[in-house]
């Protein structure tokens, strides 16, 4: 595998964005479980929320694309995904199944993933359907951090449906990332 972490990758806007979005997990978790402040959790999400685009948008107005942005970022996404859901467990035991299904599809997608980058030298950036997945996982969040007295049906279709997109996604980098292997 290529050097991927070198000082010219690492040291650009975007992925100094996308280390203050890093360091936004701690916040959202200690406002969402110590403090019970939902809002401010929620603004604390919205914000990395929109760091995640603005940093994506510097990155190719500017050509700052890196193959360790390309690495890092996901892997934020996912951290900040994994502790959302986490926290939403104090309030929605129901997130467990969801919590469960995105870890899974995330460690299996990753291997792979860096099996085929170890074997391609080629760092792919998400495509439409990881696209949709993380608009479905951020949808669900945002609404179960705002709306705490959600109906246990309501959830659970809305939670239903995010772990159809997950699956989803799941399956076609899967098929992806498989073709570049054999």
Same mark, same amino acid.
């Given at each position: ?14 992925? !100094? ?6 360091? =936004? ?5 200690? @406002?969402?479980?110590?403090? %019970?402040?939902? /809002?401010? !959790?929620?603004? /604390?999400?919205?914000?990395?929320? @929109? =760091?995640?685009?603005? +940093? ?10 890196? +193959? ?6 996901? #892997? ?20 467990? #199944? ?7 599809? %995330?460690?299996?997608?990753?291997? #792979?993933?860096?099996?085929? *980058?170890?074997?391609?030298? /080629?760092?792919?950036? !998400? %495509? ?8 479905? =996982?951020?949808?669900? !969040?945002? *609404? ?10 309501? $959830?659970?279709? *809305?939670?239903?449906?995010? #772990?159809?997109?997950?699956?989803? $996604? ?10 570049? =292997?054999?």
């Amino acid at each position: 595998m290529r050097n991927i972490i070198n000082p010219k990758n690492l040291f650009t806007v975007p992925n !100094a964005i996308t280390l203050i979005r890093l360091l =936004l997990i701690p916040l959202f978790i200690w @406002l969402y479980l110590d403090k %019970e402040a939902y /809002v401010a !959790a929620f603004l /604390v999400y919205l914000t990395a929320g @929109l =760091l995640d685009l603005l +940093d994506g948008i510097i990155a190719r107005r500017y050509n700052m694309v890196s +193959d360790f942005g390309k690495l890092f970022d996901p #892997i934020v996404d996912k951290l900040t995904q994994i502790a959302i859901f986490f926290c939403l467990l104090s309030k929605f035991p129901n997130m467990l #199944i969801l919590l469960i299904v995105l870890v899974i599809k %995330e460690i299996i997608t990753g291997v #792979i993933h860096l099996l085929a *980058i170890n074997k391609t030298n /080629v760092v792919d950036s !998400a %495509e439409w359907p990881g696209k949709i997945t993380s608009l479905s =996982l951020n949808v669900t !969040a945002m *609404i179960h951090i705002l709306w705490g007295g959600i109906p246990a049906d309501v $959830s659970n279709i *809305i939670i239903g449906i995010c #772990i159809g997109f997950m699956l989803l $996604s799941f399956t076609y980098y899967g098929i992806c990332n498989l073709r570049k =292997l054999l």
